[in-house]
Nanobody, 114 residues
Framework: VQLVESGGGLVQAGGSLRLSCAAS????????MGWYRQAPGKQRELVAHITTGGRTSYADSVKGRFAISRDNAKNLVYLQMNSLKPEDTRVYYC?????????WGQGTQVTVSA
């Protein structure tokens, strides 16, 4: 499975960004897709995930501001990020779980200026 993210960038506080993640390869094996994020020198933290059936889960810090969605036909997962805060500044990584395997994208930088 290969994952390619896009959509990161620089935005002012209160603004919005949408991240996209395109999956290719053995995609039939994927059940959960989602997003993690990581600040320099810190552990990667789960932001949100979505199952093949559409069940979602979010970190408390992003509930009500971020929304994850999935297009199974196009093998895409999105993360709509609204009301962005400077503390949301991280590298965001797309991931996919397929059985016992977890696959990662290369990461995309999101920077929120005050």
């Amino acid at each position: 499975v290969q994952l390619v993210e896009s959509g990161g960038g620089l935005v002012q506080a209160g603004g919005s960004l949408r991240l996209s993640c395109a999956a290719s390869g053995s995609i039939f094996s994927i059940n959960v897709m989602g997003w993690y994020r990581q600040a320099p020198g810190k552990q990667r933290e789960l932001v949100a995930h979505i199952t093949t059936g559409g069940r979602t889960s979010y970190a408390d810090s992003v509930k009500g501001r971020f929304a994850i969605s999935r297009d199974n036909a196009k093998n895409l997962v999105y993360l709509q990020m609204n009301s962005l805060k400077p503390e949301d500044t991280r590298v965001y990584y797309c991931y996919a779980s397929a059985g016992v395997y977890t696959y990662w994208g290369q990461g995309t930088q999101v920077t929120v200026s005050a």
